[in-house]
């Protein structure tokens, strides 16, 4: 009995051994271009939501509008949104123009950045290795707690009063 389980799970093994990972099987990844040869994509963050458009420039972000430096004053936000540039040695090719609404300046920011590592994902696919083990293409999916009854915040006790 001993002996038939050896060699069903040899032949098994054996099978294995002959198949490839899902990885070297998958279909070459492709580019991504609207008709005007911009790449798109939405980032998002808390409540921040951001479409950010990637194309062939000299390195110019505008965020609703505006240059990068005016939109976000403190620098930690700037080097935030161009982190995925300068990983990637893409900070004087590409312009970048995104359009960003809710939450506050620090979730923007985090949108942005989401936004365009993907959109430089569809640009040049082989950028996704450079990327990923940075967490650039994964979505914070921390929001706010949501207030509860019988308490003065999320979780937040009333003041305690004696009397």
């Given amino acids: 009995m001993t002996d038939v389980a050896n060699t069903e799970a040899a ?3 054996d099978a294995l051994k002959g198949m490839s990972s899902a990885a070297e099987d998958a279909a070459p990844a ?3 271009l ?9 980032g998002k963050r808390k409540n921040a939501i951001a479409r950010v458009w990637v194309k062939p420039g000299s390195g110019k972000i505008t965020v609703n509008g505006k240059e990068l430096n005016a939109y976000f004053a403190r620098p930690v936000l700037q080097m935030m949104v161009a982190q995925p540039l300068t990983v990637t040695d893409r900070a004087t090719q590409f ?11 620090s979730g923007q920011a985090g949108a942005i ?3 365009l590592s993907h959109a430089l994902t569809h640009y040049e696919p082989e950028l996704r ?3 990923k083990p940075h967490g650039f293409l994964t ?10 009854y019988g308490r003065a915040k999320a979780r937040r006790s009333f003041q305690f ?3």
Avoid: M, N, P, W
Avoid at 95 to 105: A, M, P, Q, W, Y
């Fill in 11 to 13: 032949t098994g093994f």
């Fill in 30 to 32: 492709v580019q991504k």
């Fill in 34 to 42: 609207d008709k005007l040869g911009r790449a798109y994509s939405t």
């Fill in 95 to 105: 312009d970048v123009i995104c359009t960003v609404e809710g939450s506050g300046l």
């Fill in 113 to 115: 950045r989401h936004g």
């Fill in 129 to 131: 290795k450079v990327l």
């Fill in 139 to 148: 979505r914070d999916s921390r929001v706010v707690e949501r207030k509860k």
């Fill in 161 to 163: 009063s004696k009397r």
